[in-house]
């Protein structure tokens, strides 16, 4: 849930940086995504606790919950403290990056030097793309969890915990194949042996004695 709640702000604040629309009177930006990213789970564990309650009369009975997980509570639980409040996020998540989209081109569009338009259009282009396929990392990994908890679905679940494992990495490379990381490397590891080669033969040559004279 916090995953997800981070996500949010930072289309939000991908919006507002593309917009220009930081106002100086306004709390530090990090100070406020790190109340919202931190407090809404809270309040989202505290609803779900009170919800559980109330549909098993004792939370601490696990019996609904072993044949799958333990991480998740009662169906309704799951539902309303979970999956709705993940489907809204990335809902307004997708929300700021389609009118991130709309405004870039815009301000793109503004800019007189076909190469400065150019390399700001595949700037907010990559950084978009990025947003997007970790909103779709995240809410496929969400939904296969939820799906697995209503429906009681072996797969699903199966699906879910495969998932959620590999959900770090899944963003990783997205994150290293859009800023081109791994090309960057892979010319570095290309030009390095020569590079290797004249450094060692310069610096053996400085470190060699003089010749005697003859």
Request: net charge positive; proline share 5%.
């Amino acid at each position: 849930m916090t995953v997800v709640c981070w996500l949010a702000a930072m289309c939000h604040h991908l919006y507002a940086t593309v917009a220009s629309i930081p106002r100086r009177d306004d709390p530090p930006t990090y100070l406020k995504y790190s109340i919202f990213a931190w407090g809404a789970p809270f309040l989202n564990l505290a609803v779900a606790i009170f919800l559980q309650i109330r549909e098993a009369s004792n939370i601490w009975n696990i019996v609904d919950l072993t044949p799958f997980n333990c991480w998740f509570m009662g169906t309704k639980a799951t539902i309303y403290t979970y999956g709705l409040p993940v489907f809204l996020l990335l809902l307004s998540a997708g929300y700021y990056l389609i009118k991130a989209a709309i405004v870039s081109r815009y301000t793109c569009s503004m800019q007189l030097e076909i190469k400065q338009r150019e390399k700001m259009k595949r700037r907010r282009a990559l950084q978009m793309i990025l947003f997007l396929k970790v909103c779709m990392i995240v809410g496929f990994v969400a939904g296969c969890g939820v799906a697995s908890r209503i429906w009681k679905i072996p797969f699903l679940w199966a699906v879910f915990c495969t998932a959620h494992s590999l959900q770090g990495l899944a963003v990783a490379l997205s994150v290293a194949c859009n800023c081109r990381v791994l090309k960057v490397y892979a010319r570095k590891s290309y030009k390095q042996p020569k590079q290797q080669i004249a450094h060692s033969s310069s610096s053996m040559q400085l470190l060699a004695p003089a010749p005697d004279p003859v």
